[in-house]
T-cell receptor, first 116, second 115 residues
Framework: AQTVTQSQPEMSVQEAETVTLSCTYD???????LFWYKQPPSRQMILVIR??????QNATENRFSVNFQKAAKSFSLKISDSQLGDTAMYFC?????????????FGEGTQLTVNP | GAGVSQSPSNKVTEKGKDVELRCDPI?????LYWYRQSLGQGLEFLIY????????KSGLPSDRFSAERTGGSVSTLTIQRTQQEDSAVYLC?????????????FGSGTRLTVV
């Protein structure tokens, strides 16, 4: 079974600075997808960024980028120029469609607080 | 609809009562998922529907939990004889189709409180 680990329960950053959230996962599969989701107090999970394991290039979405290290099974999220609206719980998630359909396995989450 | 709609937004029920939670996915999305999020924790998979295939019920925690999806669209999660440990946020999500690594679109969830 796949597992996803987020070792930082809480983090804080000053507005306009850069912060990196860590995520590691465990799988024996070669083809899979990785995601970061954001959950603000409204509870709705919002997709932040997606990475295909067969692509070596790290995904980027505006101020959000990932550092995907396949051999190390690491998938960290970097948020640049942090904004107050980035305050939320962030979840790392793994999808292995070959053995479990399209089920997402989530980490425990990291609560990020952006301070003014 | 434009997004995944869940109702009710909040539900308080007495221990031992049955509850039904509803999810209306995005039109055309063939895959539908239910997850449970207990306080301060990550998301726990409950059940997954894909088109007309038999659902994957492997995440349901007990036989008090059941779900159905009618006409390939709306889904209802039913919890019978609720217990206090059932208190959580129940999230529904839908996806265009299985495969391709498409992320889910989530609803805002139903916060269930069993008193």
């Amino acid at each position: 079974a796949q597992t996803v680990t987020q070792s930082q329960p809480e983090m804080s950053v000053q507005e306009a600075e850069t912060v990196t959230l860590s995520c590691t996962y465990d799988t024996s599969e070669n083809n899979y997808y990785l995601f970061w989701y954001k959950q603000p107090p409204s509870r709705q999970m919002i997709l932040v960024i997606r990475q295909e394991a067969y692509k070596q290039q790290n995904a980027t979405e505006n101020r959000f980028s990932v550092n995907f290290q396949k051999a190390a099974k690491s998938f960290s999220l970097k948020i640049s120029d942090s904004q107050l609206g980035d305050t939320a719980m962030y979840f790392c998630a793994f999808m292995d469609q070959e053995t479990s359909g399209s089920r997402l396995t989530f980490g425990e989450g990291t609560q990020l607080t952006v301070n003014p | 609809g434009a997004g995944v709609s869940q109702s009710p937004s909040n539900k308080v029920t007495e221990k031992g009562k049955d509850v039904e939670l509803r999810c209306d996915p995005i039109s055309g999305h063939t895959a539908l998922y239910w997850y449970r999020q207990s306080l301060g924790q990550g998301l726990e998979f409950l059940i997954y529907f894909q088109g007309n295939s038999a659902p994957d019920k492997s995440g349901l925690p007990s036989d008090r939990f059941s779900a159905e999806r009618t006409g390939g669209s709306v889904s209802t999660l039913t919890i019978q004889r609720t217990q206090q440990e059932d208190s959580a946020v129940y999230l529904c999500a839908s996806s265009q189709r299985q495969g391709g690594g498409y992320g889910y679109t989530f609803g805002s969830g139903t916060r269930l409180t069993v008193v």
